[in-house]
């Protein structure tokens, strides 16, 4: 992965754009306000961010959390929850670097927990971490938001917030792009048939 | 990287990012829950043909922290007493099925053997061969002394660049020192070995280090941030100080570690040993118990460095995967 590269132009010849930076910012937007609607405001939340890209993700609700709702830090409010040590498919792959874990002050036990990811795909990164998560502590209930939920579980996973249901086939591949790690917004498919 | 045989193999990327494993490593030690399931159903044979308690333990606490099978073997009480050689051992280890291979031998190269034979295939961890090699002692050494001299702030990427570190006592049988002139140096640190002649092995002079025989001078001149005191092997001696120096008393006063040369030492420099201490003898009880003393964190270092190796080595494989995950995907795109 080369972070903070900035596309060249044909990147957006080989990918069809399917969000932009104003979509993205709507959804993100739409899912803050759903969390607080959900969780009846936002004083037990703990926004956990799956690196790579769901940390910055997780990063812009809890901005957008504190601006709706008084009271709350941003913060205070993400944390960084890394699963690789977790995952079920490290054998099939070279050996990944491990991320970072960081858990905000006032640990899990009795929050409600929203995982946050770019991608939503097989589910297996989730399952680890669930895994994960009650090797930390023990949350009153975890969530999950997903700014793209792409399809084709292997498992019994659903989001509870997602940016865009994007209807795939398993040859595309879905490239999310944060201004954050690489210079702009951007939701891109690729590869195969359409 | 498929075995850990050598500092010497290491180049500078390997050893840093074994140095950021660990932190990562060492970061969810503090958890209430330390059990990580990453290496569920491997097995991991600690094959001891020489007597240690913490290398030992060290590496059973990593690997049954990742969750992995430990087989403790020692020499004693097993079929090597009666006569079993090192090939049919690992024949058999191999056929219970061993992932990796701990191995302390009294004979240097014993796991350069081991894994270059064929008689295992798994990956082949040297845990202290001889007067040769002891790399994990090295790059808990090495994290040891990133945590505390390499600056403030996140120590994650950085290297040991311009650290002056004196190697002080037995150099002449230490492996430790052996494994940790090649780190330090690859590592960029500027290392020192404070010895008397009779304890500086022949050859030394091709070595990235420099020599010494005075331990004060050293102090006083090279300003040492760290001072890493080696043990006094006296069971590779023949008798009292089998002639490599007149005296324990003498050995005490010029190369020993006591409260005047503690105090001679700059305000933020370290001291480490790889233990066993003799107190005493290279380390008295008043520099052993000094703030400055860093021996027993380098044993909760040890923990961590020995999973971020048992991770590197076990956890990653090469076989294609059924079908592309979407993180793959995104890499690959």
């Known amino acids: ?194 | 990287m498929k075995h850990l045989l050598s500092t010497a193999d290491l180049t500078l990327a390997d050893a840093i990012r074994i140095l950021d494993t660990a932190g990562s490593m060492a970061a969810t030690q503090g958890r209430e829950i330390k059990k990580l399931p990453t290496l569920r159903g491997r097995t991991v044979v600690n094959l001891f043909f020489e007597d240690s308690t913490r290398t030992r333990i060290s590496f059973e606490t990593a690997a049954k922290r990742l969750s992995a099978d430990v087989i403790n073997f020692s020499a004693k009480g097993s079929s090597v007493s009666k006569g079993e050689s090192l090939k049919d051992t690992a024949l058999t280890l191999q056929a219970m099925g061993a992932d990796a291979v701990v191995i302390r031998h009294h004979a240097s190269g014993a796991p350069h053997t081991l894994a270059t034979s064929g008689w295992t295939h798994g990956a082949v961890i040297n845990a202290g061969d001889g007067m040769h090699q002891h790399p994990t002692q090295a790059l808990l050494d090495a994290y040891t002394l990133r945590r505390h001299l390499s600056g403030p702030g996140d120590v994650t990427g950085r290297d040991l660049t311009g650290l002056r570190v004196a190697i002080v006592g037995d150099v002449l049988h230490s492996r430790v020192a052996r494994s940790n002139v090649q780190l330090l140096h690859t590592l960029g640190a500027d290392v020192t070995l404070v010895a008397p002649p009779t304890l500086v092995p022949v050859g030394v002079e091709a070595w990235p280090a420099k020599v010494s025989y005075h331990l004060d001078e050293t102090i006083a001149d090279d300003k040492p941030d760290a001072v890493m005191m080696l043990r006094v092997q006296r069971e590779r001696m023949s008798s009292a100080g089998g002639g490599f120096f007149p005296s324990p008393l003498e050995y005490t006063r010029r190369y020993g570690l006591d409260a005047r040369r503690l105090a001679a030492l700059s305000d933020h420099a370290i001291v480490l040993h790889p233990g066993p201490m003799n107190r005493g003898l290279e380390i008295s009880a008043d520099a052993a118990d000094s703030p400055r003393a860093v021996i027993v964190e380098q044993v909760a270092n040890g923990v961590a460095v020995r999973m971020a190796v048992l991770y590197l080595l076990l956890a990653g494989g090469d076989a294609a995967p059924a079908r592309p995950t979407n993180d793959e995907a995104k890499v690959n795109a």
């Open chain 1, 1 to 194: 992965m080369s972070p903070a590269v900035p596309l060249e132009e044909s990147d957006d010849e080989v990918g069809n754009l399917v969000l932009g930076p104003p979509e993205i910012a709507r959804a993100l937007t739409r899912i803050a306000h759903e969390i607080l609607e959900r969780n009846k405001g936002g004083s037990d939340v703990v926004l956990l961010g799956i690196p790579t890209r769901g940390l910055p993700l997780a990063r812009r609700l809890a901005e957008r959390l504190e601006a709706v709702e008084p009271g709350l830090d941003a913060s205070r409010l993400v944390g960084s929850l890394d699963v690789t040590m977790y995952r079920d498919d490290l054998a099939h792959h070279p050996t990944r670097t491990i991320g970072e874990t960081d858990i905000p002050g006032g640990g899990l036990d009795g929050k409600v927990v929203v995982l946050v990811d770019d991608v939503l795909f097989s589910g297996r990164t989730i399952r680890a971490a669930l895994d994960a998560i009650s090797d930390l502590g023990r949350p009153r209930a975890v969530q999950l938001a997903a700014l793209v939920d792409r399809g084709h579980r292997e498992l019994p996973i659903r989001a509870d917030y997602v940016g865009k249901n994007l209807p795939t086939s398993t040859t595309e591949r879905v490239r999310v792009l944060l201004q954050e790690s690489d210079g702009r917004d951007a939701v891109l498919i690729e590869g195969g048939t359409r």
